[in-house]
């Protein structure tokens, strides 16, 4: 997604301080971007509040088929990121939302 | 701490936890010991978290992908817009695939986006938080929203007479009210009180 001024000037600014520190290493987008925008620490505890329900209620041939709770699980969570992702309109494309996987 | 131990016998399935789990054995549902030893899974989540990991890069690589294809198909769509109709295809997906999407009721999660407080209680006894239900609902009135089925499984709640379902929220700038019965009104009225 394309920056809004405000947002930019936030990356700017990081930027410069960045670079008064330190010449030779690149300002790492990214990790600004995820400094600015968290993902709450309660997310990891939803994803987990559904993974108990859908270990408690589902309706596969073994209930407690780890593999297969998880893999379901994939989809929502993935599409539940994307969706966040897009309400807080978080900047770039596919590699920050998959370092934001990965903090979850 | 979540996942059961997977020993059974002729007597059951025990259903201890690994925190609980070493001084009495292995217990069935009904309380009773139903053999002796330690806690025992052949699911460990650390041995499958990168490919809990991997799955997600994959699939979320693919609902982006779809989220730009509806913007460039429907130009009048924002990202948000798009992103939240795929998310409601996938979610409608996944509650069918595992379970009764009624026993899928929190109320500390919105179990629509998983990251905000759910508010706004439904008919059919789901909650789901502010954003949500502006994403999948209509503006009715100023402060009203009507949604006419339930996100969580649309095919079930569409015709259902309970819907449209109107909810009332908060005007953006306006702070938090409170219904005050003070001074003269506070002596005219009794409270009963119902025991327990």
Redesign the interface.
Known sequence: ?ISTDEKLQVFLQSAFDHFSQNLNVPFDFVKEAVKNNPI?RD?G????????????????ADP?D??K???????????????????Q?FLG??GL??TL??RC | MYWPCSYRNQYGKCCNMKSGHNPKGHQNSAGKIIGAGGYQSDFVFDDYADRFIDEIRTNLKKIQQEVYDLTFRRKRLTEEEAASEVHRQYMNLFYQNVGDVYHFVSHSTCFSCLRELPEHPLPCGHVLCTPCVKAYGQQYEKTVIKLDSCPLHLGETEFLNDFPWRIKVKPLHAGTRILSLDGYLQSKLTIEAKPC
């Open positions: 997604m709450p997310i505890g939803n994803i987990l509040k559904l993974a108990i329900a859908v270990r408690e209620h589902n309706h596969f407690y780890g593999a709770i998880f893999s379901e699980l994939s989809n929502m969570v993935a599409s539940c990121l994307m969706l966040t992702s897009a309400r309109s494309e596919l939302r998959c996987s990965q």
